[in-house]
T-cell receptor
């Protein structure tokens, strides 16, 4: 079956670095997405990984290890506006049906 | 429009009533998705359209839920005989085409459905 696991909550300090992990189990693999969702708002796309390794995009980076079924999102130089939920999502193999994790609620403290 | 729009933004209804939720995707996007999101949870897949056809409706919880996209653009999610458990935020997303990074989904603001 398909399954995604993420920590429920994390807390970090403004200016710090935080790593949000995601482990997944799928029958095939078509890539992994990270979305950001502020409270009461729609999710917005952050990154997509289909090959192993690190993809860097400004303050945000995303890493993928297909052999381990593992990804992480790295947020650097945290800002208060980064307080949000971070959703890991994978499309099921051969389809466009997406499975989302429950999301990791990140609180950035001053 | 510039982004995905959904109407209404809020809908309060009574148990047993019928509701329709509308989604207007980004112009030119062939793929359209409906999700349901409860508090503290990630979006739960309901149905996916490629063009006018429902390519995957395996996430619809039961036959009270139905969705259409007659002209390959606007979609309507229809819920019959609403139940209190249907209360959630219903999200619509569209993407240009399936596969890879080009399948980045653009989400609408959602419709918050409350069934009393």
């Amino acid at each position: 079956g398909q399954n995604i696991d993420q920590p429920t909550e994390m807390t970090a300090t403004e200016g710090a670095i935080v790593q949000i992990n995601c482990t997944y189990q799928t029958s095939g693999f078509n890539g992994l997405f990270w979305y950001q969702q502020h409270a009461g708002e729609a999710p917005t796309f952050l990154s997509y990984n289909v090959l192993d390794g690190l993809e860097e995009k400004g303050r945000f980076s995303s890493f993928l290890s297909r052999s381990k079924g593992y990804s992480y999102l790295l947020l650097k130089e945290l800002q208060m506006k980064d307080s949000a939920s971070y959703l890991c999502a994978v499309p099921t193999s051969g389809t466009y049906k997406y499975i989302f994790g429950t999301g990791t609620r990140l609180k950035v403290l001053a | 429009g510039a982004g995905v729009s959904q109407t209404p933004s809020n809908k309060v209804t009574e148990k047993g009533k019928y509701v329709e939720l509308r989604c207007d995707p980004i112009s030119g996007h062939t793929a359209l998705y409906w999700y349901r999101q409860s508090l503290g949870q990630g979006p739960e897949f309901l149905i996916y359209f490629q063009g006018t056809g429902a390519a995957d409706d395996s996430g619809l919880p039961n036959d009270r839920f139905f969705a259409v996209r007659p002209e390959g653009s606007v979609s309507t999610l229809k819920i019959q005989r609403t139940e209190r458990g249907d209360s959630a935020v219903y999200l619509c997303a569209s993407s240009l085409i399936g596969g890879g990074a080009s399948n980045e989904q653009f989400f609408g603001p959602g419709t918050r459905l409350t069934v009393l």
